[in-house]
């Protein structure tokens, strides 16, 4: 009886340094954890919060030699983990724990076949060889899910897609056996319908094998889908934990109510998200209040002058917050003080369309041979039309590879179309080419996914945003253009003194603002935006929205969206096109598209979405395997492989535009 | 009067210290290039090799200020007529150890030579006898000394004097160091002493007070003494390998402003630009890594031999005439050695073309050349930097195989790569003259070991993938 009530994994006040001296780093600061068997715990947080530490502690992987746990236990069962011997923590790791992590394309060994590293594992914890332990890897590989399995074990990890590679992974952390299973972000680099896989396969496994998961994430949808228990991690501390339930209905941190509230959402359309003021505090610092205190709305003076204890609100729940405090006298929660604003109306400027492309491919050849001869092409976009009206928001939507960014680039002329149109403002772009296209390009600009990369790291970032408008010839001096970009700066919620800094600098947020600035400097009409949030989180996306959002109602841009993150597109997107293969399947207002998708492949992308409403009773559409190669699409609608509502002519021709007006659908099913 | 002589590789030499003094004014008001180098000077090793690396490039510098002294009894008419000998900076300052000729082979610190020769005596006998020293060892018949006693008493006055100057220099330095920071000398001078700055100044002291002993120790037992010996003709070989320093540099930064330009020219352009200018930059720097560079080096090296024989009249002095076979060696080395580096900016401006923010900067239509010097030239700057410093000591190597090839400087231009070719014979000698071999071998191997340490700490801070660390 005693066993049974015994937590699986324990974790006791563990503290974990990154460094020495005054410049330590201390990501994980006192943090106790319970796991039970069989249950799914999931930890919650923005990145740089430390819960991928708190995960590496776990398994005594931090990174050597700079980290060390300073403090605390690891309790697995009745064996402390903290005070074994290196060689002893192998036993441990791969057999009672195994760890999954975010990126499956480079967890995996390339010069080893998936077989012969999933009976690695086997030979190192259960001795299994030879026959025993190929029927094993079979084993294990149907189990994960992969067809043809006899035939995957001998194929090397780049013959296999991402979300094939993460199902291996899984493969290889299941070989020992675990009892807990620590998936670190499994998810995060997966597309949605991949994503929805991937998770149910856990759930599967789970119930079969009655492992426990600790389940690492920062999306709330995967948190409302999977888990039964709830942590949040703020700044290397829990701040609250509670059953999914509860969590969800009535969650008592300020920082947990934030990171709802700032989720984009369609009923927000016409309001400001909220947004969480300032960053994360660096975390060299002794604390002497609530680490939340700076950013916190509900907070008082009490708050930066006390540390917050651990209090129970109520049945399985707890939180680090002073407010849950019954022994305090608590003043009311002022209105609301950051800030935030709706927006203003929106002005619908002269209507008649901004941009308007037809028919429009990009190909590009595959060379082979000595000669380099064209052997065949890459179809990444193969007859798109689409018109953006001014001063409104297109979306254009579809997982990664379909060539969504190669339409944004193939418009700007950034890759030039093989055929097809692309008239802006009446002007035909594809025709353009040298200085006239040059001195065109201010009228069209590009923010890009990553803020990181998108700027000159050796260059300064007011230099980074003078940059085009020299290019462009805006202002006629470099006064005139130095006072442009000061105004920019403010414009973009940054300050005048900031541009005498490097990107470095500045936090994933603040670089996407100074990207913004930049691409306003030289007045553009129309802004692309690929992804431009995919890299930050979510409180931060609600900052760049807010702000995009901002922008176009005062000055009236237009902008196609590129994205795979639908919740954003309901909130920010007039029109919505769904793209698939170098096609677009279906296109529509984005409250039609949305609400009563009419293609197949439209209603599985939106039913894979992991939404935050549990048990919201909507039925995910599986869709069976992997998006084709864009060099050689499948015959006829380039869906039906994968489609739950195939038909036979499906395979015979590509669908027309079928649907109703102003909303067309390139399937049979409406013909 | 004397006059000014300034050769090809002096004014090249100038030319690039002062690119060198340009750049760092420039890298202090940019704190991304500035933040690297104070990394490397961080390291103790880097900071003691540099020290070491600084003494051998003031040695060199000081060797490249050439002038001709007027001769005695100057002609009518107020001509002067000038010395055929050029001399540089360097020469004077040492002063007896260029002019203390003796006959032939001496041992290090010998007051004899090293072979015997017939000497008369005053009585009309004839004997063979190890002749004394015309120069070395002197002073010890006047007082009676012995040798030992004689080495050691200067020795350790050497040691006294530097050990003098070096506290001089801590104190000295203590005492900038407190002002700039505004606190007291005393506790300045501890945290020097216990490592605690930034910079490692006491290493930096400890190298310099050990550079000046060798200064003293040159100084009192270099003017009495040949301390490395003599070689065939009687030259202080402690002179000749100082005076090679000057070669060695040479060869290792000259040879590297040659090629730069093609490297990062050509690297950068094909990988930009692609297509047909990246085939045709890819052909030439294939074929020219298919001819042997020996090979290449020797035929040019020979026919501007005869070029040079052919036309005396170009030439006013040997050492003009040696200067510009020094010159062409560092063109045609810079010209087998620039595909390596090209190669590497070709491939890194490839991946560079299609970073983000070249794109951003194409879609605000910036103009190619300023994409080039804006945007990818800075960003591949440290791959250039590691390559220059790691090839320098290649280089200096480089020359000392050339030369005893015999493919390498002119014979008469002081070179380790001559001192090694002149020891062939030496060492084949019974009993064995050793000494040019080693003092060649010491000098080449401190100047490289120290270059090779510096190029690590370079590397080290520069590479962004050891940055992350």
Redesign the interface.
């Known amino acids: 009886m005693e066993t049974m009530k015994q937590p699986l994994l324990r974790l006791e006040n563990v503290s974990v340094q990154l460094g020495h001296g005054d410049n330590a780093i201390r990501p994980v600061d006192g943090v106790s954890l319970t796991i039970q068997r069989g249950e799914t715990f999931a930890l919650l947080g923005e990145s740089g919060c430390g819960k991928s530490m708190t995960a590496l502690s776990i398994l005594r992987l931090l990174p050597q030699p700079?980290g060390r746990i300073t403090a605390g236990n690891v309790w697995l069962g009745d064996e402390e983990l903290t005070a074994l011997a290196e060689s002893d923590m192998r036993r441990i790791r791969g057999r009672r724990i195994s760890m999954i992590f975010q990126e499956p394309m480079t967890s995996l060994n390339p010069v080893l076949t998936v077989g012969d590293q999933i009976a690695e594992v086997l030979k190192q914890h259960h001795r299994m060889k030879g026959r025993v332990a190929a029927d094993r890897v079979l084993e294990l590989l149907d189990a994960v899910g992969i067809p043809d399995a006899r035939r995957r074990a001998g194929e090397y990890p780049h013959q296999l897609s991402g979300g094939m590679k993460q199902r291996i992974m899984i493969a290889i952390a299941l070989a020992g056996e675990p009892d807990l299973l620590i998936a670190d972000e499994p998810t995060t680099a997966l597309d949605v319908t991949i994503q929805a896989q991937v998770l149910e396969l856990l759930q599967k496994l789970q119930q079969e094998t009655r492992m426990a998961i600790m389940l690492i994430t920062h999306d709330l949808g995967i948190v409302a889908g999977m888990a039964d228990r709830v942590a949040i991690m703020y700044a290397g501390q829990l701040v609250e934990e509670a059953s999914r339930d509860r969590f969800f209905s009535n969650a008592q941190h300020p920082y947990s109510r934030k990171l709802f509230e700032s989720l984009p959402d369609v009923r927000k359309r016409d309001q400001a998200l909220a947004t969480i003021p300032g960053t994360v505090p660096s975390l060299n610092q002794e604390f002497s209040g609530c680490r939340f205190a700076e950013r916190c709305a509900a907070g008082w003076d009490y708050c930066a002058t006390h540390v917050p204890a651990w209090h129970a609100a109520g049945e399985d729940q707890a939180t680090r917050c002073h407010r849950a405090d019954p022994a305090l006298d608590k003043p009311a929660i002022s209105a609301r003080v950051d800030g935030d604003k709706d927006h203003a109306a929106r002005q619908l400027p002269a209507s008649g369309n901004l941009l308007d492309v037809t028919d429009l491919k990009v190909h590009f050849p595959i060379h082979k041979g000595v000669f380099r001869h064209v052997t065949g092409h890459v179809f990444a976009v193969d007859g798109v039309s689409l018109q953006i009206p001014r001063g409104s928001t297109l979306a254009l939507v579809g997982e990664s590879g379909c060539g969504k960014t190669t339409v944004g680039?193939g418009i700007?002329q950034?890759i030039r179309p093989t055929a097809g149109s692309v008239r802006f403002d009446d002007i035909e772009l594809t025709q353009l080419a040298g200085e006239a296209?040059?001195?065109r390009?201010?009228d069209?600009?590009?923010i890009?996914?990553?803020p990181y990369?998108?700027?000159?790291?050796?260059?300064m970032v007011g230099d980074?945003v003078e940059?085009?408008m020299a290019?462009?010839g805006i202002g006629n001096n470099k006064i005139e253009r130095r006072a442009r970009v000061d105004q920019l700066f403010e414009q973009v919620g940054l300050s005048a003194e900031h541009t005498q800094r490097?990107p470095h600098e500045f936090s994933g947020g603040q670089r996407q603002r100074i990207?913004i600035a930049?691409a306003l400097a030289?007045d553009p009409q129309l802004v692309i935006c690929d992804e431009p949030t995919s890299a930050l989180d979510v409180s931060v996306q609600a900052q760049i929205l807010n702000l995009l959002k901002e922008l176009q109602n005062t000055l009236g841009l237009s902008y196609l969206f590129i994205t795979h993150n639908l919740s954003v597109v309901s909130y920010l997107a007039d029109r919505v096109a769904v793209m698939y293969l170098g096609r677009i399947v279906e296109e529509g207002p984005v409250a039609r598209v949305l609400e009563d998708p009419q293609h197949p492949y439209t209603r599985a992308l939106l039913s894979a979405v992991p939404d935050i409403e549990p048990d919201s009773g909507r039925e995910v559409i599986r869709l069976a395997g992997d998006l084709p190669s864009p060099s050689s699409p499948p015959t006829g609608c380039h869906f039906h492989p994968r489609c739950p509502q195939a038909m036979p002519q499906c395979a015979q021709a590509y669908p027309d535009n079928f649907g109703a007006p102003g909303h067309p659908v390139r399937c049979f099913l409406y013909s | 009067m004397i006059m000014p002589v300034i050769l090809w590789t002096d004014a090249l030499v100038f030319l690039l210290t002062l690119v060198v003094v340009v750049f760092v004014f420039y890298a202090r008001s940019k704190p991304h290039i500035r933040a690297p180098w104070q990394r490397v000077f961080r390291g103790r090793v880097a900071a003691a090799s540099a020290v070491v690396l600084l003494a051998f490039v003031l040695v060199g510098l000081l060797d490249s200020l050439h002038f001709r002294l007027p001769l005695e009894g100057n002609g009518h008419n107020g001509e002067i007529h000038y010395s055929v000998d050029v001399l540089s900076v360097f020469d004077v300052l040492v002063g007896p150890l260029r002019s203390q000729e003796e006959k032939t082979y001496s041992a290090p610190f010998a007051t004899h030579l090293f072979a015997k020769e017939s000497v008369e005596h005053a009585d009309g006998s004839k004997t063979r006898e190890f002749p004394p020293l015309a120069h070395a060892g002197r002073h010890l018949q006047k007082s009676s000394t012995v040798k030992h006693v004689d080495i050691l008493q200067r020795s350790l006055a050497s040691l006294f004097e530097a050990l003098l100057t070096g506290a001089l220099m801590l104190w000295l330095l203590s005492g900038v160091l407190a002002r700039r920071a505004a606190r007291s000398t005393r506790d300045m001078l501890r945290e020097i002493l216990l490592q605690r700055t930034v910079i490692p100044w006491r290493t930096i002291l400890a190298t310099l007070t050990l550079l000046l002993l060798l200064v003293f120790l040159s100084i009192n037992l270099a003017s009495v003494y040949h301390v490395l010996g003599t070689d065939k003709v009687g030259q202080d070989v402690y002179y000749l390998s100082l005076k090679s320093i000057r070669t060695g540099l040479l060869i290792g930064t000259l040879t590297t402003l040659v090629m730069l330009p093609f490297a990062i020219f050509m690297g950068i352009v094909a990988g930009y630009a692609r297509g047909w200018i990246d085939d045709v930059v890819q052909y030439i720097y294939t074929t020219l890594n298919s001819i042997p560079h020996v090979l290449l080096i020797a035929a040019s090296i020979l026919m501007l031999q005869v070029y040079i024989a052919n036309h005396p009249e170009l030439f006013e002095t040997t050492v003009e005439r040696s200067d510009i076979r020094l010159l062409f060696l560092c063109i045609i080395l810079g010209i087998t050695s620039w595909t390596g580096l090209c190669r590497l900016l070709r491939g890194e401006s490839l991946k560079l073309r299609e970073a983000e923010y070249i794109q951003a900067a194409v879609s605000f239509g910036v103009a190619h050349t300023r994409i080039i010097t804006r945007h990818i030239l800075p960003n591949v700057m440290h791959i250039v930097l590691i390559t220059v410093v790691l090839d320098f000591s290649g280089l200096v190597l480089a020359e000392a195989v050339l030369s005893y090839v015999g493919v390498g400087v002119d014979p008469t231009m002081n070179s380790w790569g001559n001192m090694i070719n002149g020891a062939r014979l030496e060492m084949a000698r019974e009993p064995v003259v050793w000494w040019s071999l080693l003092s060649a071998f010491l000098f080449m191997f401190t100047l490289v070991l120290a270059a090779n340490l510096f190029s690590d700490a370079v590397r080290d801070a520069f590479d962004p993938r050891t940055r992350e660390r």
């Open positions: 700079v680039k700007l950034l296209l040059r001195k390009r201010s069209f600009q590009f890009f996914q990553d990369s998108s700027m000159n790291p050796r260059m980074i940059e085009g290019a462009q490097y990207c930049r030289v």
